[in-house]
């Protein structure tokens, strides 16, 4: 089955509004030569706005790269997905493993990690209010490097999954794209071979099948990402069940991304 790539930049919190306008500047001509693929640009929220009026007249999507889950109230510093859309998002980053406090080579104390602390839990509840609000949600799972050496990738990343798809509905998959990003190959460098990738994100499928049928295992896009960059991007983007990529620090170099859209 045919389906629709999706590239999506995780510009984490990097950039001011000028510098965040001018990279969302370099990457409209490499986006608008790509009508078949979805370019997906999730900034911080203070430059929403701006980037926003960046992308207006183009193929480029804006998103979030976190959301709260309740509508409106006193929760001070939160966003809601009101707010969001009110500022032209239609994607939305759920459970990336920063805001879950996994972080591959973490410098911080366990009392400063505990403010990093979304579990699958509140990554359900998240994931609900992006597709109850109409946004489509990119859900970040993966394991950690010990988790992968001991041997239990496969296990971690099924788990997580299972949390966040149960209220899922099969009619909301074609709003919904899950990104496996191995914790470990995140800002290192250390891309996931692209059999490996190949293999979990098949997991992933098969466990989307499982929980929803084979037609919901067919439509779903899941993305890799880790340590995407345009040197290595063409080995990932060419397997079976991987249909694009969540990127981060590839994604603030205007010229790289370009070249990772053009080669989705
Ligand atoms: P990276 O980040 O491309 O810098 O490794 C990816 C991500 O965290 O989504």
């Known amino acids: 089955m045919q389906r629709r790539s999706l590239v999506a930049a995780n510009w984490k919190m990097?950039?001011?509004v000028p510098?965040?306008?001018s990279v969302a500047q370099g990457i409209l001509g490499a986006a608008s030569k790509r009508a078949d693929t979805d370019v997906v640009l999730c900034p911080s929220f203070t430059l929403l706005h701006h980037i926003r009026e960046v992308v207006a007249k183009s193929n480029v999507k804006l998103g979030a790269q976190d959301v709260f889950w309740l509508a409106k109230g006193a929760f001070t510093g939160e966003v809601s997905v009101e707010m969001l859309r009110d500022h032209g998002c239609e994607y939305c980053i759920v459970g990336h493993s920063e805001r879950r406090g996994r972080f591959g080579a973490s410098e911080l104390p366990n009392e400063l990690l505990a403010y990093f602390s979304d579990s699958d839990v509140?990554?359900?509840r998240k994931l609900r209010a992006v597709l109850d609000g109409g946004l489509t949600a990119i859900l970040c799972i993966g394991e950690t490097a010990r988790e992968r050496n001991e041997g239990r990738t496969d296990e971690v990343v099924a788990s997580q999954l299972k949390i966040a798809l149960s209220s899922v509905d099969e009619s909301e998959i074609p709003c919904l794209a899950i990104?496996?990003?191995?914790?470990?190959a995140i800002g290192t460098g250390n891309v996931?071979?692209?059999d490996?990738?190949?293999r979990v994100c098949e997991l992933i499928r098969s466990e989307v099948g499982a929980h929803m049928g084979s037609d919901a295992a067919n439509t779903i896009r899941i993305l890799y990402g880790g340590s995407v960059a345009a040197s290595n991007c063409a080995g990932l983007f060419k397997q079976r069940d991987i249909d694009g990529a969540l990127v981060g620090g590839?994604?603030?170099?205007?010229?790289e991304f370009s070249r990772i859209i053009l080669s989705a």
Not at 179 to 184: G, K, R, S, T, V
């Open 19 to 21: 510098e965040g306008g």
């Open 196 to 198: 490996e990738a190949q």
């Open 250 to 255: 590839a994604s603030l170099k205007p010229d």
């Open 192 to 194: 996931c071979e692209p």
């Open 14 to 16: 990097n950039l001011t």
């Open 179 to 184: 990104a496996y990003e191995p914790i470990w």
């Open 122 to 124: 509140v990554v359900e």
